[in-house]
Each structure stands twice: as C-alpha cells, then as structure tokens.
C-alpha cells in the first residue's frame, strides 16, 4: 500500500528556512507526482508546488515562486520540499500527498508536519 | 486565482440524515473539481474526483454532481464515521485552490 512518510519541520525563526522531506513507498516512485499543500490554523489548504517523480520537473504556486524549492531523490524515492525567508505567516502543517488519476489529484497523503514561525 | 466557497460552514446533521454541501468557483472549472474528508488530527481523504467520479473504495452514498461553476457533494444517508470536514479543490488551472470547507456537525 502507498505510504509518504513526511519528516523535518519544527520551530523555526522568522528569516530561516525550512526542509520537509516526503518518503514515499508502496508504489513506482517515478510514475507519479507530488503536490505540496499546506493548512495554516483556521485557513483552507493553499497549493504550493508539483514536482514530477519522473524527471524533477516542478510547477510553482506564483505566491511561493522564488521561496520554495521542490527536489526529489529517486534513490531515496523521497521528495523534499525547502521554503525559505520565513514569516510567522508561514507556520501551518504542510503536506506532501500523491497524484492519482490526475496529476493534479490528493490521492494519498502523507501525515502532515507543523512547522511553526516564531521569534 | 480562482477563488472557491461553500455553503453552509457548518452543517448539523443526524445519523441517517441526508445531507448536501455546495461549491461554488469563482469562474467556469469545466468539471475539473474534487472533494476531501478530513477528520480532526488527520490528513484528508479523496472522495470524488472530476465532480462525480467516486475515488476507489470511497463508499457509494457519497455522490457528486455539477460543472461550470456550481457543485454539490451529497450523503445520502450519513453514517457516524462521516462526521468530517468537507472541503472541495479546482484543478481547471493553476494555482490549485480550495475550499474553506464545511464541518458536518452532530445535531
């Protein structure tokens, strides 16, 4: 069964950068891609990226273009996903989840990792 | 951005109950439009997909409907396990957005 195993996160400064890695398993790591989402307290899910399992290729929310960063390591099978310059805005529980019949689709997720912007 | 609300924000609603959420885009998602369950402390659920494909497993009292700019999700008999938040997710075009979501509530 699919399995993305998230890690990283944590309390972080304001102007710091983050890493939140996504191990996935139970699946063709490089058949699907991953999405990049995010929940701050009280706020509907925001997109932040797509990253292709097949060849690394990612697509940005505009609001993060220039802040995030999507990797993958297919040796791994683990997506990485790095924003930097944070803000207390930034603190939510961020979320890697796997395409389905569509790219574009949550089909499997992983638990989610808070990552909390404070001074 | 396309802009995504639903109605209502909470729904109090009964064991047996039938019950229906709306989503409402702020312009034409063809019907590119999914729908999630999230329960508290878990990551969500895919339900349907492309408006009133059931995602695999999901049981069949839940039903999609609607395309353009107006959606439905309705459970048609609610069970106590779908006491849940339900949110819905345009993908016509980037960026991905969602809806605030709707709490089904314990009446």
């Known amino acids: 069964q699919v399995h993305l195993v998230q890690s990283g996160g944590g309390l972080k400064k304001p102007g710091a950068s983050v890493k939140v890695s996504c191990e996935a398993s139970g699946y063709t790591f490089t058949s699907y891609g991953i999405n990049w989402v995010r929940q701050a307290p009280g706020e509907a899910f925001e997109w932040m990226g797509w990253i292709s399992g097949y060849n690394g290729h990612a697509d940005y929310a505009q609001k993060f273009k220039g802040r995030v960063t999507l990797t993958i390591d297919t040796s791994t099978t683990t997506a990485h996903m790095e924003l930097r310059s944070l803000t207390s805005d930034d603190t939510a529980v961020y979320y890697c989840?796997?395409?389905?019949?569509?790219?574009?689709?949550?089909?499997?997720w992983g638990q989610g990792i808070l990552v909390t912007v404070s001074s | 951005d396309i802009q995504m609300t639903q109605s209502p924000s909470t729904l109090p609603a009964s064991v047996g109950d039938r019950i229906t959420i709306t989503c409402r885009a702020s312009?034409?998602?063809?019907?590119?439009l999914a729908w999630y369950q999230q329960k508290p402390g878990k990551a969500p659920k895919l339900l349907i997909y492309?408006?009133?494909t059931l995602e695999r497993g999901v049981p069949s009292r839940f039903s999609g409907s609607g395309s353009g700019t107006d959606f439905t999700l309705t459970i048609s008999s609610l069970q106590p396990d779908d006491f849940a938040v339900y949110f819905c997710q345009q993908y016509n075009a980037y960026p991905w957005t969602f809806g605030p979501g709707t709490k089904a509530d314990i009446k």
């Open positions: 312009q034409n998602i063809n019907n590119w």
């Open positions: 989840a796997r395409g389905g019949v569509d790219a574009a689709l949550m089909a499997f």
């Open positions: 492309k408006a009133s």
